[in-house]
């Protein structure tokens, strides 16, 4: 995951806001993840955003794209304290369609 | 469908020793891959098959060897385990689908928890 950066943890206040960031290198990029991983599972995919867009937004999630700069960053309202995770962002590649790249995750914990 | 599976849940073993970690997957996807999660490093991939009937190294293959048994089933199998085998292993499978994401989205399995004594 040494071409996709990440914070590695997240402090916020149960009702406010999150932000979790991600910078990549490749700007052949086809597809990026976000991926949410709960304690003792496995990865789950959260939501993913196509390289010619610059905004997604689903329920409480935004993804914003920032491609010029290759910055990446996923957006929680309303915080909850079931949304203690680690977050991976991830990049396909238009070189290697097969792999995905991932970032080494952000630990987000939730303050009362 | 149960998705994509993995056994065991949890192994121990001693240094030398060898196992095999099995992953099967009911999407009808064609590949498969296998992940090593460690603290604070992410998830590595260590093999991945692209299809039935291929194999190839990711980015960390040492002291691993894969077998694409099927289309289902994809197993990784630690010869001589060392204690920097210590790890959780995820196995995962992608595939495009005509509807929904559409995009060789990767679909995890739970984990194998494995400490090398």
């Known amino acids: 995951g040494e071409d996709v950066e990440q914070s590695l943890f997240l402090s916020v206040r149960e009702g406010d806001s999150s932000v979790i960031n991600c910078t990549y290198t490749?700007?052949?990029?086809?597809?990026l993840y976000w991926y949410k991983q709960e304690p003792g599972a496995g990865l789950q995919l959260l939501t993913y955003?196509?390289?010619?867009?610059d905004m997604k937004q689903d329920q409480r999630l935004t993804v914003l794209l920032n491609k010029k700069d290759k910055h990446l960053s996923l957006r929680i309202a309303d915080t909850q304290t079931g949304d203690s995770a680690i977050y991976f962002c991830?990049?396909?590649?238009?070189?290697?369609?097969?792999?995905?790249?991932f970032g080494s995750g952000t630990r987000l914990s939730i303050r009362p | 469908n149960a998705g994509v599976t993995q056994t065991p849940k949890f192994q121990v073993l001693k240094t030398g020793q060898s196992m095999t970690l099995q992953c099967a997957q009911d999407?009808?996807?064609?590949?498969m891959y296998w992940y090593r999660q460690d603290p604070g490093m992410g998830l590595r991939l260590i093999y991945y098959?692209?299809?039935?009937?291929?194999?190839d190294k990711g980015e960390v293959p040492n002291g691993y060897n894969v077998s694409r048994l099927n289309k289902r089933e994809f197993s990784l199998r630690l010869e001589s385990a060392a204690p920097s085998q210590t790890s959780v292993y995820f196995c995962?499978?992608?595939?495009?689908?005509?509807?929904?994401?559409?995009?060789?989205?990767?679909?995890f399995g739970p984990g194998t928890r494995l400490t090398v004594l």
């Open positions: 995962a499978s992608s595939g495009r689908t005509s509807g929904g994401i559409g995009t060789d989205t990767q679909y």
């Open positions: 490749d700007s052949s990029s086809t597809y």
């Open positions: 955003i196509f390289s010619n867009m």
């Open positions: 991830a990049e396909r590649r238009y070189s290697s369609a097969s792999k995905i790249i």
């Open positions: 999407m009808n996807h064609n590949s």
């Open positions: 098959s692209a299809s039935e009937g291929t194999t």
